[in-house]
């Protein structure tokens, strides 16, 4: 790191200058900031990272960090917002702009102060953060290291914490938004987006509100939102490592989706279903936690669904008086989905529900589609009532009887028939005369 050395002759009128920028060569220049943002006392002031100089100062701290953004040259660049707190009476508007990181000092929440935090003002009325372009705009924007304070009960009208619009490759990482007035965090019609190890608490609307097209959510939490935790839409959205819990509805939605991904995420004691899937085409639900969602929803819902993988995820309610009905339940007019290797136990009404007649359900713990039962036709009788001890209602292509003894008579044609949620009838075309005829019964869904 360059060193500037401070004469600190009373008289020489480059001392405080040079003292001011050495002050923050820590956390300015090696960050290769564009500009400082700090606040002294009451004012806010922002240092050239090129001349050590305050390029802009006053007491609106919204009006000091614009006053940056334009000034970037159209390469863009960086602006650095040292700890502490910022009440913010206009947007910090990144509309149209290129190549700028947006970034604070630290959002670790247990240091004093708060880290750099950007409180919505009252009146503010809109989004804390924007990037709104009537057009698309390959941003490349970094938003980084900051904390945002909606002060909901001090807007008039609804907004978001961060709000994009038309702004591709982006990233949005280690900011943690709270009670904004709307969403915490709001993606439109932009693609490219990677929001990572971000925080969406006790928002009025959605945590994360992400309609938008090849977006990645990984490594956040979202909690307490009025609506949901996550709400997702669009093609090639993907979330890894992402937990939702005790959100007034869904703990995670998509609806109509396209090549999307849930994969090790969590979802817990939601008011409506864990994870729900609406309209949606080949995604996968792989290796995810939803539990002790509400009375009257499931783990997992897949609603007119199509071709979805549901793959080794744990779905269950452990509460001592449980609540969630469902554990993976298809509804609508879902088909052609795989359901396979999840571990289902303890939902109130049923584990799993299948509609699809193509759908295929395999090698779950807690759903049995796999059997193997006994059954004897006696000497004198051609049937026998069967319990097939399985959680769905058998296809008659899915029982298999095989007998395994000599009868005295020739009992001709082997059938089933009666199959209900229960049972199934075994018949033979006659009876078995002395000796009784004994099968094994394997019940196998068709796969």
């Given at each position: 790191?360059?060193?500037?050395?401070?004469?600190?002759?009373?008289?020489?009128?480059?001392?405080?200058?040079?003292?001011?920028?050495?002050?923050?060569?820590?956390?300015?220049?090696?960050?290769?900031?564009?500009?400082?943002?700090?606040?002294?006392?009451?004012?806010?002031?922002?240092?050239?990272?090129?001349?050590?100089?305050?390029?802009?100062?006053?007491?609106?701290?919204?009006?000091?960090?614009?006053?940056?953004?334009?000034?970037?040259?159209?390469?863009?660049?960086?602006?650095?917002?040292?700890?502490?707190?910022?009440?913010?009476?206009?947007?910090?508007?990144?509309?149209?702009?290129?190549?700028?990181?947006?970034?604070?000092?630290?959002?670790?929440?247990?240091?004093?102060?708060?880290?750099?935090?950007?409180?919505?003002?009252?009146?503010?009325?809109?989004?804390?953060?924007?990037?709104?372009?009537?057009?698309?705009?390959?941003?490349?924007?970094?938003?980084?290291?900051?904390?945002?304070?909606?002060?909901?009960?001090?807007?008039?009208?609804?907004?978001?914490?961060?709000?994009?619009?038309?702004?591709?490759?982006?990233?949005?990482?280690?900011?943690?938004?709270?009670?904004?007035?709307?969403?915490?965090?709001?993606?439109?019609?932009?693609?490219?987006?990677?929001?990572?190890?971000?925080?969406?608490?006790?928002?009025?609307?959605?945590?994360?509100?992400?309609?938008?097209?090849?977006?990645?959510?990984?490594?956040?939490?979202?909690?307490?939102?009025?609506?949901?935790?996550?709400?997702?839409?669009?093609?090639?959205?993907?979330?890894?490592?992402?937990?939702?819990?005790?959100?007034?509805?869904?703990?995670?939605?998509?609806?109509?989706?396209?090549?999307?991904?849930?994969?090790?995420?969590?979802?817990?004691?939601?008011?409506?279903?864990?994870?729900?899937?609406?309209?949606?085409?080949?995604?996968?639900?792989?290796?995810?936690?939803?539990?002790?969602?509400?009375?009257?929803?499931?783990?997992?819902?897949?609603?007119?669904?199509?071709?979805?993988?549901?793959?080794?995820?744990?779905?269950?309610?452990?509460?001592?008086?449980?609540?969630?009905?469902?554990?993976?339940?298809?509804?609508?007019?879902?088909?052609?989905?795989?359901?396979?290797?999840?571990?289902?136990?303890?939902?109130?009404?049923?584990?799993?529900?299948?509609?699809?007649?193509?759908?295929?359900?395999?090698?779950?713990?807690?759903?049995?589609?796999?059997?193997?039962?006994?059954?004897?036709?006696?000497?004198?009788?051609?049937?026998?009532?069967?319990?097939?001890?399985?959680?769905?209602?058998?296809?008659?292509?899915?029982?298999?009887?095989?007998?395994?003894?000599?009868p005295t008579n020739d009992i001709g044609d082997v059938y089933v028939d009666t199959i209900g949620a229960a049972n199934f009838?075994?018949?033979?075309?006659?009876?078995?005369?002395?000796?009784?005829?004994?099968?094994?019964?394997?019940?196998?869904?068709?796969?």
């Amino acid at each position: 790191m360059v060193e500037f050395t401070a004469y600190h002759a009373v008289t020489h009128p480059l001392v405080k200058v040079i003292d001011d920028w050495n002050s923050l060569l820590d956390h300015g220049l090696e960050k290769a900031a564009s500009y400082v943002i700090r606040k002294n006392g009451a004012t806010y002031e922002a240092i050239n990272g090129s001349t050590g100089k305050i390029s802009f100062s006053g007491a609106n701290a919204a009006t000091v960090i614009n006053s940056c953004i334009t000034a970037l040259s159209a390469s863009g660049g960086t602006i650095f917002i040292k700890n502490g707190q910022y009440d913010i009476t206009a947007s910090i508007n990144l509309t149209g702009a290129k190549s700028i990181t947006l970034t604070g000092e630290t959002r670790a929440l247990e240091i004093a102060g708060w880290g750099t935090r950007l409180n919505a003002a009252n009146g503010l009325n809109s989004p804390v953060i924007t990037s709104n372009n009537g057009a698309e705009i390959d941003a490349s924007l970094l938003i980084k290291d900051l904390i945002i304070s909606g002060n909901s009960v001090g807007q008039g009208v609804n907004a978001d914490g961060i709000y994009f619009k038309n702004t591709f490759y982006s990233t949005i990482e280690n900011v943690y938004v709270y009670d904004a007035k709307f969403d915490g965090f709001s993606i439109l019609q932009s693609e490219v987006i990677l929001i990572k190890n971000c925080y969406a608490f006790n928002n009025k609307h959605h945590g994360f509100y992400i309609p938008t097209n090849e977006a990645r959510l990984t490594n956040c939490q979202t909690a307490n939102n009025a609506l949901a935790g996550i709400f997702f839409s669009g093609f090639g959205v993907h979330l890894n490592n992402v937990l939702a819990w005790q959100n007034a509805q869904y703990g995670i939605i998509g609806n109509i989706l396209d090549d999307f991904s849930i994969v090790d995420c969590d979802s817990w004691n939601n008011a409506f279903d864990g994870i729900n899937i609406d309209t949606s085409t080949g995604g996968r639900i792989i290796g995810c936690e939803s539990k002790n969602n509400a009375a009257g929803h499931a783990g997992i819902l897949l609603v007119d669904a199509i071709g979805v993988l549901v793959l080794g995820n744990q779905v269950f309610d452990d509460q001592g008086a449980p609540t969630q009905d469902y554990g993976i339940y298809e509804t609508g007019t879902s088909n052609y989905n795989v359901i396979l290797g999840n571990r289902i136990d303890g939902c109130v009404t049923s584990n799993i529900r299948v509609i699809g007649a193509n759908t295929k359900v395999k090698y779950n713990q807690g759903f049995v589609t796999e059997n193997r039962v006994p059954a004897t036709i006696t000497a004198a009788a051609t049937s026998i009532v069967v319990p097939h001890l399985c959680d769905y209602t058998p296809a008659v292509g899915d029982i298999h009887p095989t007998l395994t003894n000599l009868p005295t008579n020739d009992i001709g044609d082997v059938y089933v028939d009666t199959i209900g949620a229960a049972n199934f009838t075994l018949h033979c075309r006659n009876v078995p005369g002395g000796a009784t005829a004994i099968f094994d019964v394997e019940i196998r869904r068709t796969p």
